[in-house]
């Protein structure tokens, strides 16, 4: 079973990341319970900013599902997209490599994973993974009252 990160862990791992982009992405893992093969899939027509959602067109089984999803998180993808994403960047995908010689090609589970290996270095954080970023936020939900049925959902 993964480890659920404390609010103060989160914190943490947070402040270890190093841009909008890296905090955009455990942001939708840790407020929006998105698993890493849905975040890096997610493509800019997907954001619902208004309505504070994200479209997951192909989740789990080929699901698609509506996330809400919390402001800070379109917050990071607003900074990420303003001063990050390098404005020749073609591709719909949402989270592109920022370096090269990749630049502007869209994020792989192993950069996502690169990404998140670094921060827990630097945080002090082996047990801060993916799929436990995942739990964190599902098992918030359920402490803060939410039937498990619309967990599930």
């Given amino acids: 079973m ?18 909008h982009r890296d905090r955009a992405m455990v942001a939708a893992m840790v407020l929006g319970g998105l698993r890493r093969c849905e975040v890096i899939g997610i493509r ?25 999803i919390s402001g800070r998180f379109f917050e990071h993808v607003r900074a ?23 630049r ?9 994973d690169e990404v998140l290996d670094g921060a827990r270095a630097r945080a002090g ?3 801060a993974t993916c799929h436990g970023l995942r739990h964190t936020c599902l098992t918030r939900l359920r402490e803060a009252g939410m039937a498990l049925e619309a967990v599930q959902a």
Avoid: W
Avoid at 7 to 14: G, I, M, N, Q, W
Avoid at 106 to 112: E, N, Q, S
């Fill in 2 to 19: 993964p480890r659920i990160l404390t609010p103060a862990e989160v914190d943490a791992l947070t402040g270890a990341l190093r841009t």
């Fill in 44 to 68: 800019l027509g997907d954001l619902r900013v208004a309505e504070r959602r994200v479209l997951i067109a192909n989740g789990k089984g080929g699901h698609q599902r509506l996330i809400p």
């Fill in 80 to 102: 990420y997209l303003e001063l990050e994403r390098p404005a020749d960047t073609v591709t719909e995908t949402l989270f592109v490599v920022l370096k090269r010689p990749r």
């Fill in 104 to 112: 502007g090609s869209p994020l792989t589970a192993a950069g996502l």
């Fill in 125 to 127: 954080l082996p047990h």
